[in-house]
T-cell receptor, first 115, second 116 residues
Framework: DGGITQSPKYLFRKEGQNVTLSCEQNLNHDAMYWYRQDPGQGLRLIYYSQIVNDFQKGDIAEGYSVSREKKESFPLTVTSAQKNPTAFYLC??????????????FGPGTRLTVL | AQSVTQLDSHVSVSEGTPVLLRCNYSSSYSPSLFWYVQHPNKGLQLLLKYTSAATLVKGINGFEAEFKKSETSFHLTKPSAHMSDAAEYFCVVSPPGYSSASKIIFGSGTRLSIRP
């Protein structure tokens, strides 16, 4: 089946630790995105990548880092510099980067809790 | 600048009655508009999208939405609610063509509850 997978589903982190969230897609999509979702709010863009080895900051990139070494993979690292990391994190992909009318396909999400 | 407003944070309807989820947008150009659905602890799934073709857009699971430029609205409707429709719904506005992904704006969501 084609789709986007995220792991782990639930993640617990102690303060001061870095953690990495996995996102993999087998849709052959060029563009990938990371969003953060907090209760009662819409999604906010953290980082996005239009093509391999290239990525741009979104609206709330501080305290996060990403890499895009392979087309299928776009891992997100939540660093200790992120002051309030407890949230639901969603990864998405779209077929291309030239047109923002392209549909985004979302993974099932990772819920991160800082203890 | 673009913005999107979902007018109701929570809507509750009885099973078998119509559903109306309201979305207004603001954009300086003709945007594309989307509705996504999110079930608890799941990712978002596309219900339907408008990209400057027909103003009445039909989506999955019996949902449809009408683009009304004069009212800057893109309300989501369904004639008869089903228990499985209980979820969070997001209206999304996106500029056309070449643009930055950071200009895709998500509404704050409307939680739809279905009463038996």
């Amino acid at each position: 089946d084609g789709g986007i997978t995220q792991s782990p589903k639930y993640l617990f982190r102690k303060e001061g630790q870095n953690v990495t969230l996995s996102c993999e897609q087998n849709l052959n999509h060029d563009a990938m995105y990371w969003y953060r979702q907090d209760p009662g709010q819409g999604l906010r863009l953290i980082y996005y990548s239009q093509i391999v080895n290239d990525f741009q900051k979104g609206d709330i990139a501080e305290g996060y880092s990403v890499s895009r070494e392979k087309k299928e993979s776009f891992p997100l690292t939540v660093t200790s510099a992120q002051k309030n990391p407890t949230a639901f994190y969603l990864c998405a992909s779209s077929i291309g980067f030239k047109d923002t009318t392209d549909t985004q396909y979302f993974g099932p999400g990772t819920r991160l809790t800082v203890l | 600048a673009q913005s999107v407003t979902q007018l109701d944070s929570h809507v509750s309807v009885s099973e078998g009655t119509p559903v109306l989820l309201r979305c207004n947008y603001s954009s300086s150009y003709s945007p594309s508009l989307f509705w996504y659905v999110q079930h608890p602890n799941k990712g978002l799934q596309l219900l339907l999208k408008y990209t400057s073709a027909a103003t009445l857009v039909k989506g999955i699971n019996g949902f449809e939405a009408e683009f009304k430029k004069s009212e800057t609205s893109f309300h989501l409707t369904k004639p008869s609610a089903h228990m499985s429709d209980a979820a969070e719904y997001f209206c999304v506005v996106s500029p056309p063509g070449y643009s930055s992904a950071s200009k895709i704006i998500f509404g704050s969501g409307t939680r739809l509850s279905i009463r038996p």
